[in-house]
Protein backbone atom coordinates (compact mmCIF):
# COMPACT_ATOMS: atom_id res chain seq x y z
CA UNK A 1 0.00 0.00 0.00
CA UNK A 2 2.98 2.10 1.05
CA UNK A 3 4.66 1.30 -2.09
CA UNK A 4 1.82 2.31 -4.54
CA UNK A 5 0.91 5.49 -2.37
CA UNK A 6 4.42 6.55 -3.54
CA UNK A 7 4.47 5.30 -6.74
CA UNK A 8 0.94 7.79 -7.54
CA UNK A 9 2.85 10.79 -6.05
CA UNK A 10 6.23 10.02 -8.22
CA UNK A 11 3.43 10.19 -11.15
CA UNK A 12 1.55 13.07 -10.03
CA UNK A 13 4.65 15.22 -9.81
CA UNK A 14 6.42 13.48 -12.83
CA UNK A 15 2.99 14.61 -15.06
CA UNK A 16 2.82 17.75 -13.32
CA UNK A 17 6.42 18.97 -14.82
CA UNK A 18 5.54 17.59 -18.33
CA UNK A 19 1.96 19.91 -17.92
CA UNK A 20 4.13 22.68 -17.12
CA UNK A 21 6.68 21.97 -20.00
CA UNK A 22 3.92 21.60 -22.49
CA UNK A 23 2.34 25.02 -21.27
CA UNK A 24 6.04 26.87 -22.34
CA UNK A 25 5.92 24.96 -25.41
CA UNK A 26 2.88 26.33 -25.99
CA UNK A 27 4.10 30.33 -26.39
CA UNK A 28 0.59 31.29 -28.24
CA UNK A 29 -1.91 30.63 -24.89
CA UNK A 30 -1.38 31.84 -21.27
CA UNK A 31 -2.54 28.93 -19.41
CA UNK A 32 -4.19 29.28 -15.92
CA UNK A 33 -4.20 26.46 -13.36
CA UNK A 34 -7.61 24.97 -11.85
CA UNK A 35 -8.07 23.95 -8.77
CA UNK A 36 -7.97 20.15 -10.31
CA UNK A 37 -4.33 20.19 -11.00
CA UNK A 38 -5.06 20.40 -14.86
CA UNK A 39 -3.89 24.07 -16.97
CA UNK A 40 -6.29 25.40 -19.60
CA UNK A 41 -6.19 27.97 -21.98
CA UNK A 42 -9.25 29.97 -23.61
CA UNK A 43 -8.71 30.45 -27.89
CA UNK A 44 -11.94 31.95 -27.88
CA UNK A 45 -15.10 33.69 -25.48
CA UNK A 46 -18.18 34.86 -25.40
CA UNK A 47 -18.09 38.00 -24.48
CA UNK A 48 -22.12 38.51 -24.52
CA UNK A 49 -22.79 36.35 -21.61
CA UNK A 50 -21.39 35.02 -18.76
CA UNK A 51 -23.32 31.54 -18.52
CA UNK A 52 -21.69 28.61 -17.13
CA UNK A 53 -23.61 25.42 -16.98
CA UNK A 54 -25.36 24.13 -14.17
CA UNK A 55 -26.16 20.58 -12.82
CA UNK A 56 -28.70 18.99 -15.30
CA UNK A 57 -28.48 21.41 -18.11
CA UNK A 58 -27.78 19.94 -21.31
CA UNK A 59 -24.88 21.24 -23.30
CA UNK A 60 -23.17 20.03 -27.09
CA UNK A 61 -19.38 20.36 -27.19
CA UNK A 62 -17.04 19.01 -30.07
CA UNK A 63 -13.49 17.89 -29.01
CA UNK A 64 -10.43 17.01 -30.12
CA UNK A 65 -7.46 14.90 -27.83
CA UNK A 66 -3.66 15.46 -28.67
CA UNK A 67 -0.94 14.08 -26.60
CA UNK A 68 1.41 16.96 -25.21
CA UNK A 69 3.04 17.67 -28.11
CA UNK A 70 0.05 18.83 -30.42
CA UNK A 71 0.03 15.28 -32.38
CA UNK A 72 -3.82 14.76 -33.38
CA UNK A 73 -4.98 11.12 -31.25
CA UNK A 74 -8.76 11.59 -31.88
CA UNK A 75 -9.50 14.66 -34.36
CA UNK A 76 -12.97 16.41 -34.00
CA UNK A 77 -14.47 14.56 -36.89
CA UNK A 78 -13.67 10.93 -34.92
CA UNK A 79 -15.00 12.17 -32.00
CA UNK A 80 -17.99 14.09 -33.74
CA UNK A 81 -20.39 16.36 -31.60
CA UNK A 82 -21.79 15.33 -28.03
CA UNK A 83 -24.41 16.17 -25.99
CA UNK A 84 -24.45 15.76 -21.96
CA UNK A 85 -26.23 16.30 -19.13
CA UNK A 86 -23.89 18.02 -16.49
CA UNK A 87 -22.92 15.93 -13.55
CA UNK A 88 -26.05 13.72 -14.47
CA UNK A 89 -23.95 11.42 -17.01
CA UNK A 90 -21.23 9.37 -17.14
CA UNK A 91 -18.30 11.16 -19.03
CA UNK A 92 -14.40 11.38 -19.03
CA UNK A 93 -13.19 13.19 -15.87
CA UNK A 94 -11.40 15.49 -18.22
CA UNK A 95 -14.30 16.67 -20.14
CA UNK A 96 -16.62 16.90 -16.93
CA UNK A 97 -13.92 19.20 -15.75
CA UNK A 98 -13.08 21.34 -18.54
CA UNK A 99 -17.09 21.86 -19.40
CA UNK A 100 -17.72 23.78 -16.04
CA UNK A 101 -15.18 26.15 -16.94
CA UNK A 102 -16.99 26.87 -20.75
CA UNK A 103 -19.97 29.42 -21.75
CA UNK A 104 -21.65 28.55 -25.45
CA UNK A 105 -19.10 28.90 -28.28
CA UNK A 106 -15.97 28.90 -25.98
CA UNK A 107 -13.10 26.97 -27.09
CA UNK A 108 -10.61 26.22 -24.61
CA UNK A 109 -7.19 24.12 -24.78
CA UNK A 110 -6.71 21.79 -21.40
CA UNK A 111 -3.39 20.20 -20.60
CA UNK A 112 -4.84 17.04 -18.38
CA UNK A 113 -2.46 14.75 -16.43
CA UNK A 114 -3.75 11.38 -17.02
CA UNK A 115 -5.68 10.54 -13.86
CA UNK A 116 -9.07 12.51 -15.48
CA UNK A 117 -8.42 11.35 -18.43
CA UNK A 118 -7.68 6.85 -19.24
CA UNK A 119 -5.82 6.95 -16.15
CA UNK A 120 -3.50 3.44 -16.04
CA UNK A 121 -5.26 1.81 -18.44
CA UNK A 122 -5.02 3.37 -21.41
CA UNK A 123 -8.14 3.28 -24.14
CA UNK A 124 -6.95 0.35 -25.33
CA UNK A 125 -6.10 1.58 -28.94
CA UNK A 126 -4.67 5.33 -29.32
CA UNK A 127 -4.07 6.30 -25.43
CA UNK A 128 -1.06 4.83 -23.72
CA UNK A 129 -1.23 3.84 -19.96
CA UNK A 130 -0.68 6.89 -17.61
CA UNK A 131 -0.34 9.34 -20.49
CA UNK A 132 -1.01 13.18 -19.82
CA UNK A 133 -3.54 14.57 -22.79
CA UNK A 134 -4.30 17.89 -24.48
CA UNK A 135 -7.88 18.46 -25.44
CA UNK A 136 -9.76 21.35 -27.53
CA UNK A 137 -12.96 21.55 -25.98
CA UNK A 138 -15.28 24.00 -28.00
CA UNK A 139 -18.86 24.38 -26.21
CA UNK A 140 -21.56 24.52 -29.32
CA UNK A 141 -23.91 27.39 -28.87
CA UNK A 142 -27.59 26.39 -26.77
CA UNK A 143 -30.27 25.51 -29.44
Known sequence: MINSAQRNKN??????????????????????????????????????TKN?????????????IEDLNKNVIYSFKELGPVEYAIDQEDLLPALREGLRLLQPEDVAVFLFPSYLCYSYQGDGQKIGINQPLRFIIERLPNN
Open 52 to 64: LPTEGEIVRFQYQ
Open 11 to 48: LFKKEEELLKEAAVRDSTHKFKISKSGFLYAYTKTNTQ
